[in-house]
């Protein structure tokens, strides 16, 4: 069983990348709000507890929207714990955000396995993590505002995978982008465009209609709330090709 993510930390990439990041089109969107420098709390608990409150405040059930996570509860035998968090889950309120960030602490359960679990009973966000959290969600509801609407969201690619990667779930599509979700303190990498390259070629082998009205690729990061594009049409051919045949496995 590989993940995407599992699959690009196995492969050495050509020099630049498949995909190269400085090839997207960067755009900033200012809404003149700093956020403070550093957090109390592991970056990836951050960036997942904005994902998914970003899609909760969207309308998706809470329950759909932290999916892995009271799935990983249950695997650890805490599913009673992890409902109750959730029921503490309302909007975007302090005790929201709170919640949000322990109950995400049990995705690891899900993803990669109870040995990296750490209580969540240890999660505590700050004031400082909150604001940053909440900045980040209206941020990106801001964005989706723009750029929406989303037609399918928490995606998973069901006869697109393949005996290489065989997992794999892509974040947001609009009508004609394939959108991932990154909140990362760095900008784009090799392996985020590569990602987004993986998900859209298990997109197209998936034979879903709306995979073929995508045109272009894009990584939106609340944290600099900035967005990156890069239109299918311009990827060279040959290096869909070399992923999908050396990468994806097909």
């Not at 969107?29 to 994902?51: F, H, K, Q, R």
């Not at 697109?160 to 997992?167: K, M």
Request: hydrophobic residues 40%; glycine residues 8%; proline residues 3%.
């Amino acid at each position: 069983m590989t993940s995407v993510t599992q699959r690009i930390a196995q492969i050495k990439q050509p020099y630049g990348g498949y995909l190269k990041p400085k090839d997207f089109n960067e755009i900033l969107l200012d809404d003149g709000v700093e956020l403070y420098p550093e957090e109390n709390i592991n970056a990836g608990l951050v960036g997942t507890a904005v994902d998914y409150l970003t899609r909760y405040a969207m309308g998706t059930p809470a329950a759909q929207a932290f999916d892995i996570s009271l799935r990983g509860a249950s695997i650890i035998g805490e599913r009673e714990d992890a409902d109750f968090l959730l029921s503490r889950v309302r909007g975007l309120d302090d005790l929201s955000i709170r919640s949000a960030c322990k109950l995400v602490g049990y995705d690891v359960c899900t993803r990669v396995g109870i040995i990296g679990y750490k209580n969540a009973d240890e999660i505590h966000a700050d004031e400082k993590t909150i604001f940053n959290i909440r900045t980040m969600v209206n941020r990106s509801l801001a964005f989706f505002e723009q750029y929406g609407p989303i037609i399918k969201e928490g995606f998973t690619f069901e006869l697109g995978y393949t005996p290489t990667v065989t997992s794999g779930d892509g974040d947001f599509l609009t009508e004609d982008t394939l959108w991932d979700f990154k909140v990362s303190k760095n900008k784009p990498t090799t392996g985020h465009t590569l990602q987004l390259l993986m998900y859209y070629i298990l997109g197209i082998r998936s034979m879903r209609r709306e995979f073929h009205d995508i045109k272009k690729l894009g990584i939106y990061n609340p944290r600099f709330n900035k967005a990156y594009l890069r239109e299918i049409s311009k990827i060279d051919s040959s290096v869909i090709k070399v992923v999908a045949s050396d990468v994806v496995g097909v």
